[in-house]
């Protein structure tokens, strides 16, 4: 009960970005929902915003529908670090050739993501800080050395290695065994990121609705026909851009994807002073553990914002956070007393590829209905490029296939609903992360 001492009196379990991008404002319902349609998008996160933008403009008629206000999901909860590519096939081996083909169309994504901020006029205190990826052990150090190598050949990441004995150039802590840092990445406010691409769908022709939930999707002599909490709604085609919120829309899409919930913690002000002791560059940082820890200053500069993971099936955002509070103060000691302001959680997505997807999810059952899914935890600009790249598909203005669309929408075996192992998982994912750092000689978390 002491940790509840931690929570300010004011504090709330809900996003930060939503004291500037709150929901309300997010939310759209813009009047009378059709019966019918080209393409319906189920989902209104950053995925389902760009593929309806790019239909709009193609002069397609597109629905886009959410079951919560829009932007509810993980598009205005995520910790607003943006990259091309640093995470892409990370803790899996992919083919060199697969590897190599990702990595560059994330490039790619990266340079298009910018070029949309600056083209669309998106104030979403986007800048280029640059990201530190600290080793949680010598082991991964040398591993990140392979890494860089392949990030600057590739992914034009600018990236080097920063030695154990100069980490302290990159943050106010000796918790990390030196690192690697990417110049070519950097950090958003997720909240009035989404508010301005949402803007953009509304300018384009898109008719959004907020709370209505998408159903059951089966072929009838008209078209697609989707069940909606408004009533049925027939459409050519359908992209599913659900991300970890799938739930139980569709089965098939379900069994192949397991959402799992990351947390994040703001803390009280702690003064810009403070902030540049801890974050000398100010860049974003995040970690090399299978259960990685990420974190940033805030837009202003006042406030740290913490992230990991913190609990796995019964979820709550006050007994997260101050779990993840003590992660915290492992890596800033000196922060032992620090009060919370904001406590929160979301759902991310995996893959049993381990990297997202994208494509015609049934084309020989069901054609018609695609989807983008499977951020695997670094979305803001892979998902925004993966929905770009599906309304590119769906309007039929691509012929040139993403290294995303391989098929990598497999079922995970002996998963229907409930993702029950994930606590196990998390176990042991926790359990070598420590053994990692013991062998270098550290003996805390
Ligand atoms: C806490 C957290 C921190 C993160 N930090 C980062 C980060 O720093 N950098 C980074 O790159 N990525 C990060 N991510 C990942 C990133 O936020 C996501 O990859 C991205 O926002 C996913 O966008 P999306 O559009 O695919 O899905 P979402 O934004 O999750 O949207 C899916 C939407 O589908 C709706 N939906 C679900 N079922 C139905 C239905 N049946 N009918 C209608 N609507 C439905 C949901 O309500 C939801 O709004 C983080 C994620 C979380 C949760």
Redesign the pocket.
């Known amino acids: 009960m002491r940790d509840q001492n931690f929570l300010l009196p004011d504090f709330k379990p809900e996003p930060y970005w939503w004291d500037h991008a709150p929901p309300t404002l997010l939310n759209s319902d813009e009047g009378e929902m059709p019966n019918r349609c080209d393409v319906v998008v189920?989902?209104?996160?950053?995925?389902?915003l760009h593929a309806a933008i790019v239909l709009a403009r193609a002069g397609i008629d597109v629905v886009v529908?959410?079951?919560?206000v829009l932007?509810?999901?993980?598009?205005s909860?995520?910790?607003?670090?943006?990259s091309g590519g640093v995470n892409v096939g990370k803790h899996i081996d992919l083919k060199p050739a697969q590897e190599q083909a990702m990595l560059a169309e994330a490039s790619l994504s990266y340079r298009w993501f910018e070029d949309f901020i600056q083209t669309e006029r998106i104030d979403a205190d986007y800048q280029r800080t640059g990201r530190f990826v600290g080793a949680h052990c010598s082991d991964a150090w040398q591993l990140l050395v392979k890494r860089m190598v392949k990030l600057n050949e590739v992914a034009d990441s600018s990236a080097y290695m920063v030695p154990a004995a100069q980490t302290r150039d990159e943050i106010g802590s000796d918790y990390y065994k030196g690192g690697m840092v990417l110049e070519r990445s950097g950090a958003v406010h997720?909240g009035k990121l989404h508010l301005g691409v949402l803007n953009v769908a509304r300018n384009a022709g898109v008719k959004l609705f907020g709370n209505?939930?998408?159903?059951a999707i089966a072929r009838s002599k008209d078209g697609l026909r989707l069940e909606t909490s408004r009533g049925p709604l027939i459409a050519e085609k359908i992209i599913v851009?659900?991300?970890?919120?799938?739930?139980e829309?569709s089965n098939w899409h379900q069994r192949r994807l397991v959402p799992i919930a990351?947390?994040?913690l703001a803390t009280e002000e702690l003064g810009s002073e403070l902030i540049t002791q801890l974050f000398p560059k100010h860049r974003m940082i995040a970690d090399t553990k299978r259960l990685l820890y990420?974190f940033r200053p805030s837009p202003d500069r006042k406030r740290l914002l913490f992230?990991g993971r913190a609990r796995y099936l019964r979820h709550d955002p006050i007994a997260g956070v101050l779990l993840l509070r003590r992660k915290l103060t492992a890596v800033f000691p000196q922060l032992a007393e620090v009060k919370l302001s904001h406590g929160?959680?979301?759902?991310?997505a995996y893959l049993r590829g381990g990297v997202p997807d994208m494509g015609e999810s049934q084309p020989e059952t069901l054609p018609g209905v695609y989807h983008?899914?499977g951020?695997h935890?670094?979305?803001?600009?892979?998902?925004s490029w993966l929905?770009y790249r599906t309304g590119l598909l769906v309007s039929g203005q691509t012929n040139s296939q993403s290294a995303f669309s391989e098929g990598g929408m497999t079922p995970f075996p002996l998963y229907l609903k409930k993702p029950w192992f994930l606590p196990a998982v998390g176990a042991y994912y926790q359990l070598r992360d420590w053994v990692d750092r013991q062998r270098d000689g550290d003996f805390s978390k």
């Open positions: 189920v989902g209104s996160g950053y995925a389902g529908m959410d079951a919560e932007g509810y999901g993980a598009s909860r995520n910790g607003g670090m943006v997720p209505v939930r998408a159903g851009a659900t991300n970890g919120y799938t739930g829309l990351s947390y994040q990420y992230g929160w959680w979301g759902y991310v983008a899914l951020c935890g670094s979305g803001v600009v892979m998902m929905g």
